[in-house]
């Protein structure tokens, strides 16, 4: 893996018009996409120069998907394989206008659903920076391949990395073979026991971008397990390690860095959760 993190300040305004923007889009998946168990179908895959949804069905046969373009900074709907309408990102669209137009040229398809509009109805303004999101894809893309690098070297079952429009970060997560018994509306489901890996653009406890990796469940006995440089067990609201985004950024060792970090996380959960 070749490349250096991008420093990421004043990602902010722009951080929050992508996360909404991402959730206009994913608005059509979780409508039309066949569903997964595992929620795979409304995370978004990256492909070159951007993120898109997972294919959808046409009533005339074929398929469609948008796909967020970081090269062009436009939303592109594709139908059968032709891009037949775009949306400028950096026209600073309001989530509502920007939803209301991909549903009508969805519409247009001929596809009909019921939409979750509130996660992206809203009339704020919006910035847009596209230095900054360019940047963002940037590291996405670079953690993406950190990511898919440690799932072909350890095997077993895991999970595409997806980016996640609800919170707006990206990850994928290995399937130990322990299983973990939890109640839900008065039944006992049973789950695999699982380590995520992650690539967050900040939230209340971290209000900057962070690497994240949580065993489920959690043994606090971790914490006695050293870490890499920069990298910290972390028990509060949720309970995991953090390995803040600074950490790497401008680094030329950056990528060796989150790598050893993935690496360590991996190898002292590894035995707990039945993990391959």
């Known amino acids: 893996m070749n490349g250096v993190f991008p420093v990421l300040d004043g990602l902010g305004a722009t951080r929050d018009t992508l996360h909404l923007y991402a959730q206009a889009v994913d608005a059509f998946p979780r409508a039309h996409a066949e569903p997964h168990d595992k929620w795979w179908h409304i995370g978004l895959r990256l492909r070159p120069n951007g993120f898109t949804t997972a294919e959808m069905p ?66 704020a303004p919006r910035a847009y920076d596209k230095w900054a999101a360019a940047a963002w894809f940037a590291a996405a893309s670079l953690a993406s391949e950190v990511f898919e690098a440690l799932r072909v070297a350890v095997g077993g079952e895991t999970s595409p990395v997806h980016l996640w429009p609800h919170h707006f970060d990206l990850s994928t997560e290995f399937f130990g073979t322990r299983t973990v018994d939890v109640q ?15 690539f967050s653009t900040g939230d209340a406890g ?61 190898k002292a959960a590894k035995a707990g959760l039945g993990l391959a």
Not at 186 to 195: F, I, N, T
Not at 254 to 263: D, H, N, S
């Open 58 to 123: 046409l009533p005339d046969g074929g398929t469609f998907r948008l796909f967020m373009n970081f090269k062009t900074h436009r939303i592109e709907l594709e139908a059968r394989n032709a891009v037949v309408a775009s949306w400028d990102m950096s026209a600073r669209w309001t989530g509502k206008a920007l939803g209301e137009s991909l549903m009508a040229a969805v519409g247009a398809l001929g596809v009909r659903g019921e939409y979750s509009r509130e996660r992206f109805e809203s009339d």
């Open 184 to 198: 839900e509306h008065g039944e006992v489901k049973s789950y695999p026991a699982q380590l995520n890996l992650g």
């Open 206 to 266: 971290h209000p900057g971008p962070y690497f994240y990796s949580n065993p489920y469940p959690f043994d606090e006995s971790l914490v006695r397990e050293p870490l890499p440089e920069g990298a910290r067990w972390h028990i509060g609201a949720w309970k995991g390690s953090l390995l803040p985004y600074s950490e790497v950024a401008g680094r030329p060792d950056g990528v060796k860095l989150l790598a050893g970090y993935a690496e360590a996380v991996y």
